[in-house]
Structure formats: C-alpha cells, structure tokens
C-alpha cells in the first residue's frame, strides 16, 4: 500500500543513467531491478524515473534562482532529488564528462544528492577507492594503476610491476559487473592485455590473484548500518564471483568481521547508502571495491523477491529522510571532507597481522601483501 509524501515534500527520485544500453541488456535490467526499484519508490509514495544526461536543461539566466528541467517538467530541490552514480562501462564512455559535469551542476543548483559528486567519482575508480579509504579495519588488497595509450607498447607501467606477484588479476580500473576481469599468469600476459585496453584507452588496475574459488561478500549499508550481504561464489575455473560471470548468489547473515567493519566505513562515508564489497579467501578478508550505487540484486530462490524489496525500499527511505534532514539543516551541499584520509604513507592503525608463511609467485592462493 502506497504512502503519499506529504504536499511540501519530497516527491520524486530521478535516476540519471547513460541511455546507451541495447534493447536486449535494457529488457534483462529492467526485469533484474529497474522495475522493482520503480515499484518499491511507490510503496513510500515517491515517483520514480530514469534518465539520460540530456534530459536535464538548467535555466540560469535569473542570478541565484536556476529553474531546472526534467524532460520539459520543472523540478526543485524540495520536490525532487537526483540519483547521480558515474557510470563508464565502454559503451558509456562518451558520457562520463557529461554525467559528472551534470552532477556538479545539479549540486551546484541546489539539489539534494545522496552521494555528491566526488564521491561518484571515488568510487568509480578502483584504486582512489583503496587510497581513499586507506587504514580500513579490513586489510585493502594492493593495487598498481596504469593508463594505456599510443606509448602502451614501450612497457614503461612496467616500473610499477617489481612487487606484483603472479597469477595476478587485471580489470579496468572503472566498469563494474566483473566485465574486462582477466587472470595473467606473468608480465607476458599483462602486456597481452594492455595492448588490448590501449584500442579503447582503458585504464587498468592489477592486483594479486587471491586464489581459485575466491568468494565476494557485498554488503548493504543503510544510513551507517550493515543492512543485508549478498555473498557470491564463482564457477568453478572461473577468478570471477559476479553473477553476469556465472557466479552463483545467496543471502546470508552478515559475517560478524564485517558487520564491525561497517562502522568505520560509515564514519567515513556519511551518505544514506553505499555497498562495500569484499573477498575471503578461505582464510581471511580483503577489501575491494566500494559501490556508491551497488545493484540490489534479487534472491532468485525467491519468486517474492522479499529481500530485494526490503534492502531496496529501505535504501530509497533513507533517502526520503536524508532528504528531508537535508531541508531541516539548510540545504546546504552535501559534500564531505576528502582531505582527511589516512596518510597512505604512513603504517594504517592496527593492521590485520601478516601470515605466517612467506608469499611465492607460483601460490595459487596468494597473499595479497
């Protein structure tokens, strides 16, 4: 049963998406969440719509008063607030300027966003994740960053490679979903794959390849609070748990290392909603990736998807109060302190203490550090 907002209130989430999918990839997300999420913002009496960068026109020809545009329909920042995650999978790369441009605008404009614009923008990229949030209580899993180009071929990201060990994994430093994941069993194959990303200049990171049957943990966090985990398990052969790689997904409790991990994320993230995802690799944790924006995918054991609906209806009230404390407080921009992260320099406090047997190369469960 639908709850109406009240007359002055928050009426209506707007989703800015890349509109570039095919109509076969925009058939199965639709199915796998989009529609639900719709559903779900309708249960707190809140419009739910997605959109492309361009839909949005901003008028500021009056100093102080922008008058905002969706698709021709005017909206302000009491009414409506803006999803804005980056996104930049290959066929969204002529959209990252315009999606982070927009983002700023918007924000800019007065506008109520869940995560701002740098945040967005942490996440995206893999390693500004881990150096952002250096120190976390879960142990990071070292990283190297390389940009591929026309001068790909000189090996010159080589020089960052001397304590990588091997098999290694390498991946694009910004899509998600497990796509471009591959495992490289030498700097042979590093220099196979590079030359690749350089036909669409991607960006690279690699990192030590935990082991066969590597499992992910993706936790929901709702305003600082270790909501719900998606655990998923690759395939066997496979070095990848996503489920668009065939991984296989369940929903247990969350593990109790992770769910007192959460609090430091939460310090240090102080927006409604965020994903955290990790590896256990049979032994311990490692932190990946943070997700700004991360799917709430279905219990396909399920055919009420009881526990998609709760994460997702949950996520979107946090919204609907942060919106409203957003109001209360001023509506002042949502931004946070980038300037305070660990000095990456310097020791993290209490690190997780070191394995007790030394690293070889040719481990197939590789300690990371």
């Not at 098999?167 to 690749?196: H, M, Q, T, Y």
């Not at 939460?266 to 311990?284: K, S, Y």
């Not at 310097?346 to 990371?368: G, K, L, M, N, Y």
Request: charged content about 20%.
């Amino acid at each position: 049963m639908s709850s109406s907002p009240p007359a002055d209130g928050l009426r209506r989430m707007c989703w800015i998406f890349p509109d570039r999918e095919s109509s076969r990839m925009a058939q199965m997300w639709h199915g796998f969440f989009w529609d639900l999420y719709a559903e779900s913002a309708a249960d707190l009496g809140l419009r739910w719509s997605r959109h492309a960068p361009d839909a949005v026109t901003v008028d500021a020809t009056a100093p102080g008063r922008p008058r905002v545009y969706v698709d021709d329909e005017p909206v302000t920042p009491e009414d409506t607030l803006f999803i804005t995650a980056l996104y930049s999978l290959p066929y969204q790369s002529m959209d990252v300027f315009n999606q982070y441009a927009l983002y700023a605008v918007l924000e800019q404009a007065g506008f109520y966003l869940p995560f701002p614009p740098q945040v967005s923008l942490i996440g995206n990229d893999k390693l500004a994740t881990l150096l952002f949030l250096a120190g976390s209580p879960v142990p990071a899993i070292p990283t190297v960053r390389i940009g591929t180009g026309r001068d790909t071929a000189k090996h010159g990201y080589e020089v960052a490679l001397g304590n990588m060990t091997y098999p290694a994994i390498v991946k694009p430093a910004g899509w998600c979903g497990g796509g471009g994941i591959n495992l490289a069993r030498g700097p042979e194959d590093v220099r196979g794959l590079a030359s690749l990303a350089q036909g669409g200049d991607t960006t690279l990171v690699i990192q030590p390849y935990l082991g066969d049957g590597t499992v992910d943990y993706r936790v929901y966090v709702v305003d600082g609070r270790p909501y719900a985990v998606m655990k998923r398990t690759p395939e066997p052969g496979s070095p990848v748990a996503n489920a668009s790689r065939g991984g296989a997904m369940e929903f247990p409790p969350v593990p109790p290392e992770l769910a007192a991990a959460t609090a430091w994320f939460a310090e240090r993230l102080p927006i409604p909603f965020f994903c955290v995802d990790f590896l256990h690799d049979g032994e311990q944790y490692w932190f990946s990736e943070l997700e700004p924006d991360g799917v709430i995918a279905p219990d396909l054991t399920d055919p009420d998807r009881t526990l998609q609906r709760d994460v997702t209806r949950a996520r979107f009230a946090a919204y609907r109060d942060g919106h409203a404390k957003w109001l209360a407080d001023g509506a002042r921009p949502l931004t946070l302190d980038l300037s305070g992260a660990t000095d990456v320099r310097e020791p993290a406090p209490d690190p997780a203490p070191a394995p007790a047997s030394p690293v070889t190369s040719t481990d197939h469960r590789t300690d990371p550090r």
